[in-house]
């Protein structure tokens, strides 16, 4: 998975690399991103952006690679026996930190899970972080900075890693995760992260999603088959915020196709389906409408099954009122 070129376009990164290249890279930093699972991905880029010479950073070079398997000595990762970050931990830290750098100018020390440190560790920390060694740089890495005290807060940059759109997200999944149909579903399902976006990937929920959503935008004919295609949609047991989005991305592609914005289409073969079952570009439009509604109906609680059958009473609506000729 290409991260760097993910993180390149955040202002994170353009912040860390500017204050690389005036030389005042700040003591400390905090890193924020939701994504659990490649935080310590993310913290790796910074880490090398840090130190490494040919580039911001290259990802080649010896210090690069070393870094990404926490093997170079000036860049020291920390928990290292355990889950969470604790006093001893912190004790390690401090010490090492006395210590010159081995070959380079700089040694950085990166914290994961920094939202797991105890109170008594984050006091601890808090001199170190205020007036490190010469030369002594701080990373560290949360998933969410209300854990952490104030005292740690004021005294470090904070940097927030986004949630990532849905182009940004297929643009760098496309080579690791090849099926593009569900990939495209998994992002229109996902939390705007890398990790939760691979996690739907790998759900086979979606594709059942996928599958009972387009049955149900090709083949529900008259408001007699309502109660029916409702049933389908509750027996899936998922969380109706996801159907609507794969609702949605179903929509959005034949409103795309309809309108020759072919570059625009994610997943061809099902929007051609779409397009042949009589949706015009009115009942789509229509139908995108109701799917919008339907969000903010959701937002007000209103229950699943009322939510689904309103939802397709208004699709079937809106494909009688402008139906194809
Ligand atoms: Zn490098």
């Given amino acids: 998975m290409d991260f760097l070129s993910l993180i390149k376009n955040t202002g994170a ?21 939701q994504d659990s699972d490649n935080l310590d991905s993310y913290l790796k880029i910074f880490a090398k952006a840090f130190v490494c010479d040919d580039g911001c950073p290259c990802e080649n070079c010896r210090k690069c690679s070393l870094i990404e398997d926490e093997r170079y000595a000036d860049v020291i990762f920390y928990p290292q026996s355990s889950q969470t970050v604790g006093v001893e ?24 899970n920094a939202q797991t440190m105890t109170a008594p560790a984050q006091n601890k920390l808090l001199k170190t972080l205020e007036e490190p060694p010469k030369g002594v740089h701080i990373i560290l890495g949360a998933t969410s900075e209300h854990p ?14 986004p949630l990532f759109d849905k182009d940004t997200l297929f643009s760098a999944m496309e080579k690791d995760f090849p099926d593009l149909e569900k990939l495209s579903v998994a992002i229109a399902c996902g939390d705007g992260t890398v990790g939760g976006v691979a996690r739907n990937y790998n759900d086979e929920n979606l594709k059942d999603i996928t599958m009972v959503a387009l049955d149900t935008l090709c083949n529900m004919k008259s408001s007699k088959d309502v109660l029916e295609y409702s049933n389908k949609i509750q027996s899936l047991k998922v969380d109706v915020a996801d159907f609507l989005s794969v609702i949605e991305l179903l929509l959005r592609d034949v409103l795309a196709l309809i309108e020759k914005r072919e570059q625009l289409v994610f997943n061809r073969p099902l929007a051609e389906k779409l397009v042949e079952s009589n949706f015009s570009r009115g009942s789509v439009i229509h139908a995108l409408e109701a799917v919008t509604d ?32």
Avoid: C
């Fill in 13 to 33: 990164y353009r912040t860390v690399k500017g204050d690389k290249e005036n030389g005042r890279l700040s003591h400390a930093y905090l890193i924020i991103s």
């Fill in 148 to 161: 952490l005290l104030s005292t740690i807060k004021s005294r470090v940059k904070k940097l927030e890693i």
């Fill in 294 to 325: 339907a969000f903010k109906r959701k937002k007000a609680n209103a229950t699943p099954t009322m939510l689904i059958e309103w939802l397709l009473f208004q699709i079937l609506e809106g494909k009688y009122k402008w139906q194809k000729l």
């Fill in 89 to 112: 931990e912190i004790n390690a830290l401090i010490e090492e930190s006395y210590l010159k750098p081995v070959e380079s100018d700089k040694k950085v020390f990166v914290i994961k």
